[in-house]
Nanobody, 119 residues
């Protein structure tokens, strides 16, 4: 499975951005997709995740009510709508896909996209 993120950039505090993650390859093996973020010197943290049928979502407390994760399985694409952005949301955002490829675990990552929120 290959993942490509798009949509990062520079935005003022209070603004919005939408990230997208396009999956290709053995996409039928994906069970859960998620967005993670990382700032220098800190561990990568889960921002939000969504199950393959979109039925269950999970959010970090820090983004609840501001970010919305969704996926379009027909397009093999996941989205992260980010509203009311804060400077502390500045990070490199990574797309992740987890599942099973036969007997092997799938744990694929995109290359990351930088989101910078100015105060």
């Amino acid at each position: 499975v290959q993942l490509v993120e798009l949509g990062g950039g520079l935005v003022q505090a209070g603004g919005s951005l939408r990230l997208s993650c396009a999956a290709s390859g053995s996409t039928s093996s994906i069970a859960v997709m998620g967005w993670y973020r990382q700032v220098p010197g800190k561990q990568r943290e889960l921002v939000a995740s969504i199950t393959s049928n979109g039925g269950r979502t999970n959010y970090a407390d820090s983004v609840k009510g501001r970010f919305t994760i969704s996926r379009d399985n027909a397009k093999n694409t996941m989205y992260l709508q980010m509203n009311s952005l804060k400077p502390e949301d500045t990070a490199v955002y990574y797309c992740n896909a987890k599942g099973w490829l036969g007997l092997s675990n799938l744990d694929a990552w995109g290359q990351g996209t930088l989101v910078t929120v100015s105060s």
